[in-house]
């Protein structure tokens, strides 16, 4: 396809998605607009909390964000931090959605100067199987609009010369992706919020949410930094398993998994990609250290299910961090030749947000319409459109139609992704 047709493409896909030519998702979710200064408290300041802090800042709401932690520190630190629409985003009205996150970042980007490398991803595998579908991943994205394509071995070595795609006969190139250090983004995008007036309060975690006795709209957020009176609540607690059903009173089902990220000391640029190889994902931020992720979570036996119960973010001790950052740091050798003496900086569990359908959850509380929740993954690929979407529909009552899939009453079915 070629590229006026393509946009043209793009263009139907937004007509069709905003058009709502979509299935509705369960009954329609009540929302009222909100008083221009009313008060919205921001539950999570992650990287979804942040862009839906700014988006409701700068849009003159009076904005607290809350975070029991620091701002980025959960799934937010311990992620790849890819932005995409690629193979993986399925059916059409998410990929449509990822899209739109994918230019969104690029408004923000302009609007607040972020640092955000685009330069587009390669991707391969080692099964003969999983290749094949690969490249029918590559045609279905084609035809929604998105330039991805099948390189030669040899098209694919011109374009990211150090790299070794071993016995790999294509490769798919996914050209406008693009990866962000996701704790220096938030934070920007936090300081970019105070900066139109939110009050942004780190180390502080919502206990309870009442209801006040005067007006039912009202809430009191009972902290352990104090009791904070709300007009409206916005729940962004990423992985959290408990917050949804706490604070938004409805079951938000979710298999959050975990992966290992390592980021290492600064290096002189070595690659300009996202490189997706078989077994790891690696790229380079702009201030040079290479972020490495393994495609594969944690062997599934006895000794590692009681250990992850408790959803740890380390390892338990220096030397194991460090196996495991070797591991990554080999196999990412494989892939990666010529490189200087690679040393890990960090080395992080993240642990994913992930609905049981593998889908993004965003929209009003079934139970409670003044509670509103955006709990997904592909978070860094989304934060940017969802902060946009949700500080619309917040302000105006407005639903966009575009989240009709990814409402909270929707059924969860369970899809195995990620
Ligand atoms: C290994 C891994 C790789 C990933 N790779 C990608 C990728 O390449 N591309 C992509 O798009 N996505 C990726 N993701 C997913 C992405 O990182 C997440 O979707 C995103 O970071 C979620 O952001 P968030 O702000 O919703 O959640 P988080 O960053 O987890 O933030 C939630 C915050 O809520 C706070 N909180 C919870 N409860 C309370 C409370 N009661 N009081 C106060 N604070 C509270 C927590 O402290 C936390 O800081 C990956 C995730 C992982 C783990």
Known sequence: MNDSKQVQRRQFNRWLVSASLIPMAGKVLALEALR????????????????????????????????????????????????????????????????????????????????????????????????????????????????????????????????????????????????????????????????????????????????????????????????????????????????IQTFAGFDLPQRSTPGVIVITQPMPPVLSHIVVAPGIHIHQRLDGRLVLGEQEGAPENAAHKLRLTARPTRFPNAATASQHAQRLITLASEYLTGLPEVNAEEVIIGWRPLPLDGHPVIGPSPADPNAYVAVMHSGVSLAAIVGELVAEEILTGERAPVLTPFRADRGFESVKRY
């Not at 800042?57 to 937010?76: C, E, F, I, M």
């Not at 690029?106 to 094949?132: C, M, T, V, Y």
């Not at 809430?219 to 104090?226: A, D, N, R, W």
């Open 36 to 243: 221009p200064k009313a008060r919205v408290a921001v539950v999570g300041a992650g990287i979804v909390g942040s862009a839906i802090t700014y988006h409701l800042a700068k849009r003159g709401l009076d904005v607290t964000l809350l975070d029991r932690n620091a701002v980025a520190s959960a799934s937010s630190h311990g992620t790849f931090a890819w932005i995409n629409a690629s193979w993986a985003k399925q059916p059409e009205s998410y990929h449509a959605l990822n899209q739109m996150g994918v230019d969104a970042w690029h408004r923000l980007q302009q609007a607040l100067n972020l640092p955000i490398k685009w330069g587009g991803s390669l991707e391969w595998f080692a099964a003969a199987e999983r290749q094949d579908r690969l490249s029918r991943d590559v045609q279905e994205q084609q035809a929604w609009g998105e330039p991805a394509k099948m390189l030669t071995q040899l098209e694919a070595s011109a374009l990211e010369p150090r790299v070794a795609f071993g016995g790999a006969g294509h490769v798919a190139l996914s050209p406008r992706d693009g990866a962000l250090d996701p704790v220096l983004v938030s934070q920007r995008l936090v300081n970019a919020a105070k900066s139109h007036g939110a009050r942004v309060i780190e180390h502080c975690e919502v206990l309870r949410v009442d209801e006040t006795a005067e007006d039912q709209r009202q809430k009191i957020l009972g902290t352990s930094c104090g009791d904070i009176a709300v007009d409206r609540l916005v729940l962004a607690t990423g992985a959290d398993p408990s917050a």
